[in-house]
């Protein structure tokens, strides 16, 4: 059984560019969370989402970010216009179906580095 | 709001030393907390978790216990190897509903471990 997928590993765009990163959970899995990690510090939540549906986004940024994890394919999390400020390592993970509440675990993918230049 | 704290870093050992890695935390409800790892140039990979007060996780000799009167989730091992240099984080998820929720994260501290 495959572990949750991120591609791409590393990203390099230049400033005003957009971004595309994208995440396939584990298999059986219907919920999607994307973090992000700035250099020396913890993951901050952005948004979580299930298939065709946002749950919450509440860690999303207003401008620029974008999410969609539709009813076929991987979840994508999208950058428009990206800033220096966008580097960081932007982390991907997914959960099986409701059932075990708060308790269920969430397993991370390898992440996506990307680097603003 | 949802918060956890971690002790301050980096924390360096050497081999077969005790390790204690402090963690509270702020939340509404009744959290589950988890201890994750993370390896340089990796995602995070879940080491233990506890869903109840007084539950203990543990795996690969870590051990954490949920204490909801210190609201503490410290991460303890007895003898630390080389292959334990990680950065660790400790995580909380609260649902008020009991759906699935998201993660709220300490800063995380790196170990690293001497021969």
């Known amino acids: 059984n495959a572990g949750v997928m991120q591609n791409p590993r590393h990203l390099v765009r230049r400033r005003g560019q957009e971004a595309r990163l994208r995440c396939s959970p584990m298999?059986?899995?219907?919920?999607v969370y994307w973090y992000r990690q700035l250099p020396e510090e913890g993951l901050k939540f952005m948004v979580y989402l299930q298939k065709e549906n946002i749950i919450d986004e509440s860690g999303m940024p207003k401008e620029r970010f974008s999410a969609e994890f539709p009813k076929e394919g991987p979840s994508i999390l999208r950058i428009q216009q990206v800033v220096r400020g966008d580097s960081a390592a932007y982390f991907c993970a997914s959960s099986p179906p409701l059932g075990g509440g708060a308790g269920d675990t969430q397993y991370f993918g390898p992440g996506t580095r990307l680097t603003v230049l | 709001g949802d918060s956890v704290t971690q002790m301050e870093g980096p924390v360096t050992l050497s081999e077969e030393a005790f390790l204690t890695i402090n963690c509270t935390y702020t939340a509404t409800g009744y959290p589950s907390l988890f201890w994750y790892v993370q390896y340089p140039g990796e995602g995070l990979q879940l080491l233990l978790k506890?869903?109840?007060?007084?539950d203990k996780g543990s795996n690969k000799g870590f051990e954490a216990t949920y204490r909801k009167e210190t609201t503490s989730f410290h991460l303890e091992k007895g003898s630390v190897q080389v292959s334990d240099s990680a950065v660790y984080f400790c995580a909380l998820s609260a649902s008020l509903t009991g759906a699935n929720s998201k993660l709220t994260f300490g800063k995380g501290i790196t170990l690293s471990v001497r021969p």
């Open positions: 506890a869903t109840k007060a007084d």
């Open positions: 298999k059986g899995h219907s919920h």
